[in-house]
Structure formats: structure tokens, C-alpha cells
């Protein structure tokens, strides 16, 4: 547990440098960038140039974007990842260093988003990860390569888990659709 807590800390003080570090700027970390949130709105700037903004829920205190616009069947798709402390109300206590991730996949409609999926992807609380967040190398924390997209939807790779799970965004049958 101490050695949990230690790690814990360190991940906390790490995002609180880069958050800080970031006021009003989006940093590369290899295909996904960190976006700053100061007015609980942020403007997603994707890689063909087009801007989206996106309101945040108070406690979301990291958002990382994945620049790319995903085709799936006739629609395009962005992935965005939000971030928030697991137990903000005892940083020392169970997890309160520890970090809870979300993906959120939204469908582009005109200049808009609309949220479709919604997976907690990494989690203090639930023990879960991304395999991409489980190498021990440096720089996994802001690694999402586990999410791969298909032309059905997408996938991700667990920590544990053989093979990647698969969430479709047109509801086929046979597809696994978690919550």
C-alpha cells in the first residue's frame, strides 16, 4: 500500500506540473495533445484544421485529444479523453493521488458534437487500464494507443486482457458494445 500511495503521489504531481505548465496551450504526446481547461470550455483543434468546442464537467482537470477524425460507415468520429482524481476529497487517503480516464467518442454533426460512447478507460478506484498505460515506460500515463479504430467503431486493449474488446458505433449484432 505505501508503494501504491508513492506512485500514486508521483502521477498527481506529475499532471499538476503539466497542468500548470500548459495554462492556455496544447502539447503533442505522440498522436494525443493535452488541452487546457480554464473556463470549463476548450476548443478542440483536430488535425484538418476544424475547431469544436467542448464543455467540461467541473471535475475534469485534464483532457487529452486524439487529433484524428475516425470514419465509421458515413459518419466521422473524435476521440477525446478526460481526466479527473479518483478521491479529490482525501488526496491521501485510497486513491487520492490516483486518476480516473474516460473516453469519450462524439459523432461530428455539422460544426457540432455529439457524444456517443462513453468508457472509463483507466481507473484508480476499479483497477483498470489501458495495456498501452501498464509498460513501465516512460510516458504511459498519456499513452492511448490501445484504442485502435476499425471501420465498424473501435477497440481497446486492456491490461490483462488477450485480446482487445470491440465497441461498435452502428449496434451490429455480434459486436461487443460495452457500457
Known amino acids: 500500500m505505501p508503494t ?19 495554462a492556455g496551450a496544447a502539447i503533442a504526446a505522440d498522436d494525443t ?11 478542440l483543434r483536430i488535425s484538418d484544421g476544424s475547431t469544436y468546442s467542448l464543455a467540461l464537467p467541473d471535475n475534469v482537470d485534464g483532457v487529452f485529444l486524439d487529433p484524428r477524425k475516425h470514419p465509421v460507415g458515413n459518419q466521422r468520429y473524435i476521440s477525446v479523453f478526460l481526466s479527473n482524481a479518483s478521491n479529490p476529497r482525501n488526496p491521501s487517503g485510497y486513491c487520492g493521488a490516483g486518476r480516473e480516464i474516460r473516453l469519450k467518442v462524439y459523432r461530428i454533426e455539422g460544426t457540432g458534437l ?49 485480446e482487445p474488446v470491440t465497441y461498435s458505433l452502428d449496434a451490429k449484432p455480434g459486436v461487443h458494445n460495452h457500457p
Open 114 to 162: 455529439v457524444m456517443r460512447k462513453e468508457v472509463l478507460v483507466s481507473s484508480c478506484l476499479h483497477s483498470i487500464a489501458l495495456s498501452s498505460q501498464s509498460t513501465g515506460d516512460e510516458g504511459q500515463d498519456t499513452d492511448f494507443s490501445s484504442v485502435q479504430w476499425t471501420t465498424e467503431g473501435f477497440s481497446i486493449g486492456w491490461e490483462g486482457t488477450p
Open 33 to 43: 495533445s493535452l488541452q487546457s481547461k480554464e473556463t470549463g470550455v476548450i476548443q
Open 4 to 22: 501504491t500511495l508513492a506512485i500514486n503521489n508521483i502521477w498527481s504531481g506529475i499532471m499538476s506540473v503539466v497542468l500548470l505548465a500548459l
